[in-house]
Nanobody
Framework: QVQLVESGGGLVQAGGSLKLSCAAS????????MGWYRQAPGKQREMVAR???????NYADSVKGRFAIARDNAKNTVFLLMNNLKPEDTAVYYC????????????????WGQGTQVTVSS
């Protein structure tokens, strides 16, 4: 089983910055893509940013130029640096990881963290 634990959420004023972290632990062979999603009240969960094992990234249009995703493969950790935050960024942020449990696994299992609240005041 794999556990993802997020940290770094909180309350910040518009224009401020926050850094989220998500660490994966447990028994597994490797992690492919890792990502951040968010869900605001009354809205569907949406992708914010993803990074694959080779380092390629993609972002939602709404956060391009403001957010940056990075990972530390040695520590199985993914980060989300959020700059110039806006009230519309307020949401619960979830990380996920696509995990290969065994060296012979042909497909990955996707795991989710418990979420961390980010609130941006105007």
């Amino acid at each position: 089983q794999v556990q993802l634990v997020e940290s770094g959420g909180g309350l910040v004023q518009a224009g401020g910055s926050l850094k989220l972290s998500c660490a994966a632990s447990g028994r597994f062979f490797s992690i492919d893509a890792m990502g951040w999603y968010r869900q605001a009240p009354g809205k569907q969960r949406e992708m914010v940013a993803r990074i694959v094992g080779g380092g390629s990234t993609n972002y939602a249009d709404s956060v391009k130029g403001r957010f940056a995703i990075a990972r530390d493969n040695a520590k199985n950790t993914v980060f989300l640096l959020m700059n110039n935050l806006k009230p519309e960024d307020t949401a619960v942020y979830y990380c996920n990881a696509d995990v290969y449990s065994y060296v012979y696994s042909r497909s990955y299992d996707r795991y989710w963290g418990q979420g961390t609240q980010v609130t941006v005041s105007s």
